[in-house]
């Protein structure tokens, strides 16, 4: 049963601590997104990478995001320093894109659900 | 950039019910799936369809890309639909912009 898979589930720190939310995408897939939802701005894409390489992390707050794909098989968002405001659901996703096309279905994993006192 | 507009936002309904939902769009689309965040928050595929009309038991779906819109149709309601059902669509890009949702409660 194929799906993508996120570590922690949960997770409870203090400001200006370090967070890194981890994403195992569907074996095979190409392309790798991470979203951020909350209840005021809805789902909002924070990063995307294809075949590894960042191609957009235009969504991401830079001085305090990072996202990376050390393999085909891990993807990582970090925060550092975290603050309240991050609070939220962030969300990774994967999907498989042929050659020529930027765009296919997403399949989405579970969610970290962040908060950050 | 694309807007996306479901309605109703929020739907109450008695278990063995039918509804529609619908999403409207503000452009021409190449990719259109439909979304259900259950009561655990994990968001679920339901229909990957930027045209054309499928079925997945009870649930099937209709997009008329020509006309910007599309519906999502539940027939038989149960009380595990209940959720927020996300409507998300893309031009020839990667990105998918989410609508804000439509709120279903089935009640027994």
């Known amino acids: 049963d194929a799906r993508v898979t996120q570590t922690p589930r949960h997770k409870v720190t203090e400001m200006g601590q370090e967070v890194t939310m981890r994403c195992q995408p569907i074996l095979g897939h190409n392309t790798v997104f991470w979203y951020r939802q909350t209840m005021m701005q809805g789902l909002e894409l924070l990063a995307y990478?294809?075949?590894?390489?960042?191609?957009?992390d235009s969504g991401m707050p830079k001085d305090r995001f990072s996202a990376e794909m050390p393999d085909a098989t891990l993807a990582t968002l970090k925060i550092q320093p975290s603050e309240p405001r991050d609070s939220a659901v962030y969300f990774c996703?994967?999907?498989?894109?042929?050659?020529?096309?930027?765009?296919?279905?997403?399949?989405f994993g579970p969610g970290t659900r962040l908060t950050v006192l | 950039g694309i807007q996306v507009e479901q309605s109703p936002p929020d739907l109450i309904l008695q278990e063995g019910a039918n509804s529609t939902l619908r999403c409207n769009f503000s452009?021409?689309?190449?990719?259109l799936q439909w979304f259900h965040q259950n009561p655990w928050g994990q968001l679920i595929n339901l229909f990957y369809?930027?045209?054309g009309t499928k079925q997945n038991g009870r649930l099937s779906a209709t997009t008329v890309a020509t006309e910007r819109y599309s519906l999502l149709y539940i027939s038989s309601s149960q009380t595990t639909d209940s959720g927020v059902y996300f409507c998300?669509?893309?031009?020839?890009?990667?990105?998918?912009?989410f609508g804000s949702g439509t709120r279903l409660l089935v009640r027994p």
């Open positions: 996703a994967s999907g498989l894109v042929p050659d020529g096309r930027s765009y296919n279905e997403q399949f």
């Open positions: 369809i930027p045209s």
């Open positions: 452009d021409s689309v190449n990719n």
């Open positions: 990478f294809r075949n590894r390489a960042p191609l957009d």
């Open positions: 998300a669509v893309g031009d020839s890009s990667y990105k998918l912009i």
